[in-house]
């Protein structure tokens, strides 16, 4: 009997085996965007062609328009130049409401999107061909919806005090 998955999240409905080969081609990369309520697992997405301060700008945009208004924001990103660009202060500086934590360099495992984007890869991307971006950015989508019809959020298997204890 296999053991009980804690969070099995969506599952591609077709499972097929690897598919990248000696001759695999790409048809051109996306740059996903995600923020994650911690305490429901919930997710908003999206995806840009490119990753520059304006494409977050209208993600920080989107992730405004989707949380309820009153709700504090708290962002934690990885210490990316983006991230603290003037255009990016500048909006920051018009929604007091969000603040912005940076993990520490080398330390991107704290931050829990990222933990998503490696199921997201492990679950589907790994396993799928995409003929164009159009069809990647499109199953992306797909997976944070399923995904939010029964998510669940993250949880550290082990205490503060025993990751450290394993550091030392």
């Given at each position: 009997m296999?053991?009980?998955r804690n969070n099995p999240g969506p599952q591609r409905v077709k499972y097929s085996p690897e598919r990248?080969?000696?001759?695999?081609?790409?048809?051109?990369?996306?740059?996903?965007?995600a923020a994650m309520n911690v305490?429901?697992?919930?997710?908003?997405?999206?995806?840009?062609?490119?990753?520059?301060?304006?494409?977050?700008?209208?993600?920080?945009?989107?992730?405004?328009?989707?949380?309820?208004?009153?709700?504090?924001?708290h962002v934690?990103?990885?210490?990316y130049g983006t991230h603290k660009t003037p255009s990016v202060n500048a909006w920051l500086k018009r929604h007091p409401r969000f603040?912005?934590?940076f993990t520490p360099t080398y330390s991107s495992w704290l931050n829990q999107v990222g933990r998503l984007f490696?199921?997201?890869?492990?679950?589907?991307?790994?396993?799928?061909?995409?003929?164009?971006?159009?069809?990647?950015?499109?199953?992306?989508?797909?997976?944070v919806r399923a995904w939010n019809e029964n998510p669940r959020p993250f949880k550290w298997t082990k205490t503060a005090?025993?990751?450290l204890?394993?550091?030392a």
């Amino acid at each position: 009997m296999a053991p009980k998955r804690n969070n099995p999240g969506p599952q591609r409905v077709k499972y097929s085996p690897e598919r990248r080969t000696h001759d695999y081609v790409r048809h051109g990369t996306t740059s996903p965007f995600a923020a994650m309520n911690v305490a429901d697992g919930t997710v908003i997405g999206a995806t840009h062609r490119r990753h520059r301060a304006a494409e977050f700008v209208s993600f920080l945009g989107k992730i405004d328009a989707e949380v309820p208004d009153g709700l504090d924001v708290h962002v934690v990103c990885d210490n990316y130049g983006t991230h603290k660009t003037p255009s990016v202060n500048a909006w920051l500086k018009r929604h007091p409401r969000f603040h912005m934590h940076f993990t520490p360099t080398y330390s991107s495992w704290l931050n829990q999107v990222g933990r998503l984007f490696a199921e997201i890869t492990r679950r589907m991307l790994q396993r799928s061909d995409h003929r164009s971006v159009q069809a990647l950015e499109r199953d992306v989508r797909e997976w944070v919806r399923a995904w939010n019809e029964n998510p669940r959020p993250f949880k550290w298997t082990k205490t503060a005090d025993q990751i450290l204890s394993s550091l030392a």
